[in-house]
């Protein structure tokens, strides 16, 4: 999944032309070498610590409330990220906690729930077209929100690897809690799968849940959650002809014009723990071997800026 690039002025396919003649010269556009990873800066605001006191009932205490649905005065906020590079990437995400029923079908687990947003997108106007006049980005589909939903689907799956929701259980089929998991995307250039990824993974890492109280009186201590493994992503691009070469952290432009993207996440101990595959051509085993060699290679720079 990707979101055509936004060119500004510069009619897209003029300018798809221009960055394919760049590449074939050997160049992108941003000057990186084919091989270079973009390095995300992240900023993280845990708002409680182990030692929080956040009571769940309808006590008349000055302490907010985190019960079935979220105080309005602090939202049941319990962490922020905002992840940046130095290419224009900028991505908020908020990590929202209340508590609740598990769900039926997993009585032992908690819930956590995935939204990714982008204020910058088009609004379908009220005939169901495109409204071309809000923005210069441009969902082919005229469905705005169909890339954002596959995105939140492609969070969900990884999640599913490497968060074990168990640990947000309270009481089995009965409480448990609910972490919603906000992502903003505000500004990006390509990459969306890895940044999302990344900036939610961060949020999640040593994430503190506070002392609450449930509304029968019974008390819950702080714990701290845990990721059982610590994945990073990269897209790579790969473009056709006598030999395959590899683009790496592709930007939107370079997706655009790619013939085929290749997300690939890796593990701390060098196992690949996922793999997606996009484009107009077939899935090249010698794409994806030099792309999971190169990302097991060179992924220890991202892994740091995200969990140390």
């Known amino acids: ?69 979220i105080n309005p005065t602090n939202n049941g906020s319990l962490a922020a990220v905002m992840y940046t590079d130095n290419y224009g990437a900028c991505i908020h995400c908020t990590v929202r906690g209340l508590l609740g029923p598990p769900r039926p079908s997993a009585p032992a687990a908690g819930r956590l729930n995935i939204h990714v947003e982008a204020p910058f997108l088009e609004q379908l106007d009220e005939t169901g077209g495109a409204n071309y006049k809000s923005f210069q980005y441009i969902i082919s589909n005229g469905n705005a929100d169909l890339p954002l939903r596959q995105l939140e689907g492609y969070i969900r799956t990884m999640l599913e690897g490497c968060f074990d929701l168990r640990q947000l259980s309270i009481y089995d089929g009965e409480a448990c809690w609910v972490l919603n998991v906000n992502v903003t995307l505000l500004s990006f250039d390509g990459g969306l799968r890895a940044g999302s990824l990344h900036a939610v993974l961060a949020a999640l890492h040593k994430l503190h849940l506070p002392r609450t109280r449930l509304p029968n009186g019974d008390v819950i201590e702080s714990r701290q959650v845990r990721l059982s493994s610590l994945p990073v992503v990269c897209t790579f691009g790969f473009l056709a002809g006598e030999q395959v070469r590899l683009l790496t952290d592709t930007t939107a432009i370079e997706e655009y014009v790619a013939d085929g993207l290749i997300t690939v996440a890796v593990s701390e101990s060098g196992e690949v723990v996922g793999v997606h595959q996009t484009g107009k051509c077939p899935l090249l085993a010698q794409a994806l071997s030099a792309a999971v060699q190169q990302w097991m290679q060179g992924s220890a720079e991202v892994r740091k800026a995200l969990y140390d």
Request: net charge positive; hydrophobic share 30%; with cysteine.
């Open 1 to 69: 999944m990707s979101l055509p690039p936004n060119t500004g002025s510069v009619e897209l396919t003029a300018f798809r032309a221009h960055t394919a003649q760049r590449l074939a010269r050997g160049e992108r556009l941003d000057k990186r070498d084919f091989a270079t990873c973009r390095i995300p800066t992240v900023m993280r605001e845990e708002r409680f610590s182990a030692s929080s006191d956040v009571s769940g009932g309808s006590s008349s205490g000055g302490s907010n409330a985190i019960t079935t649905s």
